[in-house]
């Protein structure tokens, strides 16, 4: 899990959704997205429900995150 590499725990949901979004855009590339775009959600934040049940307690938080 992406979560799991975070040693900072400094990645939070929204941005964990728009990181997934890219992974899964990239992996049903070409003629596969076209098979798989009905299913995904037209937007990053549309993942949020499905991360949500997943995320650790820091990436659940309000606000952004701590500047580095």
Known sequence: ???D?????Q?????MCEE???HLYTMFSG????DYQ????????GLKPW?????PDYARKGGA????
């Open 31 to 34: 003629d596969d997205l076209a």
């Open 11 to 15: 990645i939070r949901l929204g941005e």
């Open 51 to 55: 991360l949500r049940e997943i995320a």
């Open 38 to 45: 009905t299913a995904l959600p037209d937007l990053p934040q």
């Open 20 to 22: 997934v979004y890219s």
């Open 65 to 68: 995150p701590k500047k580095k």
């Open 1 to 3: 899990m992406l979560w």
């Open 5 to 9: 590499r975070d040693e900072l725990k």
